[in-house]
């Protein structure tokens, strides 16, 4: 049974930290990145990391959020400093199982992050 479980997500007051983790098991596939939603709006790429190690940053959060993963653990990390208002959304963790010819994509139930004074 396919499983990703993401957590710590929460209430933060703006400037303020989180760090969220995924934690994927039950499938090979690899936690490649950190997507975000808001309501009304599409879900967007935060942050992304390759099986290599090399990460990608959506301008917003460039400098203020870290992507890592403990490949023995399959756990990916989301560092979050600096929180804004604007960074208020759910979490979701995608995880991908590269197969010839094929992608397998798997999302995790989403983590909710509040900024807010």
């Known amino acids: 049974q396919v499983q990703l479980v993401e957590s710590g997500g929460g209430l933060v007051q703006p400037g303020g930290s989180l760090r969220l983790s995924c934690v994927v098991s039950?499938?090979?596939?690899?936690?490649t990145g950190w997507y975000r939603q808001t309501p009304g709006k599409q879900r967007e790429l935060v942050a992304s990391?390759?099986?290599?190690?090399?990460?990608t940053y959506a301008d917003p959060v460039k400098g203020r959020f870290t992507i890592s993963r403990d490949n023995a653990k399959n756990t990916m990390y989301l560092q979050m400093n600096t929180l804004r208002p604007e960074d208020t959304a759910v979490y979701y963790c995608r995880a991908a199982d590269v197969r010839p010819g094929m992608i397998l994509n798997y999302w995790g139930q989403g983590t909710q992050v509040t900024v807010s004074s």
């Open positions: 990391i390759t099986i290599g190690g090399s990460t």
């Open positions: 039950g499938t090979s596939a690899k936690p």
